[in-house]
């Protein structure tokens, strides 16, 4: 007998490629409870998709400044979308063009995979923004009162405020001419030319844009990582969220306490992380 050629596996699959009711993954069928079963290992923590990743080895040689860069150049490269790479590569200086997005790459990236497994992420199925068994992110109001939306509204406000401020040349100004301010070891701010300088609160801003974005993270791979896995996506989702761990955690832009959570309400991803750390693929 001839055996049976299975198909090629599709190394980047989107939405297009199937239906919503594909995508929405059939509830697994309640098994028995057992006085001694401890509480069950989300999917991400287990072999082999812990490890799924695009890049092998450790990602802190990812965001290292290398030598002899300068350090302006170095993040605004990793930082842009690929068009702006090519843009930034015929300035004879990059530093004039005035597009210290530190977070937009990641941004960007995230929004898109967001994009594909939204069909799944309804007001029914996450009625809270939830990131772990205990864990529900709130949203502060314009009272500044802590409110509880579902998923998609709090992660549809976040996307829209972060395109907000990135739009506004108050916060990020974008044109030549203008001081280049990045984010560099201990918050210090650099500048490369005279004219409009960032904000002085530029610093916790850019703090508070990369803390809500982990949030999304977090709720994605609590709450969807079966579409991801269904999209055959993981190498791709986790090298996403390893590199913009090492990227937080190297310009001091994300807290311990944010990854990790409370021991009460711990985040979800938190034991992401210490399994990478163990792993050697993040630093301590």
């Given at each position: 007998m001839?055996?049976?050629q299975r198909p090629?596996?599709?190394?980047?699959p989107t939405?297009a490629?199937?239906s919503?009711?594909e995508?929405?993954?059939?509830p697994?069928k309640?098994?028995?409870?057992?006085?001694?079963?401890?509480?069950q290992?989300?999917?991400?923590?287990?072999?082999?998709?812990?490890?799924?990743?695009?890049?092998?080895?450790n990602?802190k040689?990812?965001v290292m400044?290398?030598k002899?860069?300068?350090i302006?150049e170095?993040v605004a490269?990793n930082s842009?979308?690929?068009q702006?790479?090519i843009y930034?590569?015929?300035?004879?200086?990059p530093?004039?063009v005035g597009?210290?997005?530190?977070?937009?790459?990641?941004?960007t990236?995230?929004?898109?995979?967001y994009?594909?497994?939204?069909e799944?992420?309804?007001?029914?199925n996450c009625s809270?923004?939830?990131?772990g068994?205990t864990?529900?992110y709130?949203?502060?109001n314009?009272?500044?009162k802590?409110?509880?939306?579902p998923?998609?509204?709090?992660?549809?406000?976040?996307?829209t405020?972060?395109q907000?401020?990135l739009?506004?040349d108050k916060?990020?100004p974008t044109k030549?001419g203008?001081?280049?301010?990045i984010m560099?070891?201990y918050l210090?701010?650099?500048?490369?030319?005279?004219g409009?300088?960032?904000?002085?609160?530029?610093?916790s801003?850019i703090k508070?844009?990369y803390?809500q974005?982990l949030r999304?993270?977090a709720h994605?791979y609590h709450?969807?990582?079966?579409q991801i896995?269904?999209?055959?996506?993981?190498?791709?989702?986790?090298?996403?969220f390893?590199?913009?761990?090492?990227?937080g955690r190297?310009?001091?832009?994300?807290?311990?306490?944010?990854?990790?959570g409370?021991s009460?309400?711990?985040?979800?991803?938190?034991q992401l992380w210490?399994?990478?750390?163990q792993?050697?693929?993040?630093?301590?």
């Amino acid at each position: 007998m001839t055996r049976v050629q299975r198909p090629k596996r599709s190394p980047t699959p989107t939405s297009a490629t199937f239906s919503p009711a594909e995508l929405q993954m059939p509830p697994p069928k309640p098994s028995p409870p057992s006085p001694t079963a401890g509480p069950q290992k989300p999917l991400y923590l287990c072999s082999p998709f812990v490890d799924a990743a695009l890049v092998k080895g450790n990602f802190k040689t990812i965001v290292m400044l290398p030598k002899y860069v300068d350090i302006m150049e170095w993040v605004a490269v990793n930082s842009v979308s690929p068009q702006n790479v090519i843009y930034l590569s015929q300035n004879t200086d990059p530093r004039r063009v005035g597009y210290p997005l530190l977070v937009y790459d990641f941004y960007t990236n995230l929004n898109e995979f967001y994009g594909v497994i939204a069909e799944c992420c309804t007001q029914a199925n996450c009625s809270k923004m939830s990131a772990g068994p205990t864990l529900n992110y709130t949203w502060i109001n314009q009272e500044r009162k802590s409110v509880n939306l579902p998923a998609p509204t709090y992660i549809d406000y976040v996307m829209t405020w972060i395109q907000n401020l990135l739009d506004d040349d108050k916060t990020f100004p974008t044109k030549a001419g203008t001081n280049l301010c990045i984010m560099c070891s201990y918050l210090t701010l650099l500048t490369a030319t005279t004219g409009q300088e960032f904000p002085q609160n530029f610093p916790s801003i850019i703090k508070h844009v990369y803390r809500q974005l982990l949030r999304v993270f977090a709720h994605i791979y609590h709450a969807h990582y079966q579409q991801i896995l269904h999209l055959r996506s993981e190498p791709h989702f986790n090298s996403l969220f390893a590199h913009f761990l090492a990227f937080g955690r190297e310009y001091e832009l994300l807290d311990v306490k944010d990854v990790k959570g409370a021991s009460s309400a711990p985040v979800g991803v938190g034991q992401l992380w210490e399994a990478w750390k163990q792993m050697g693929i993040l630093e301590g």
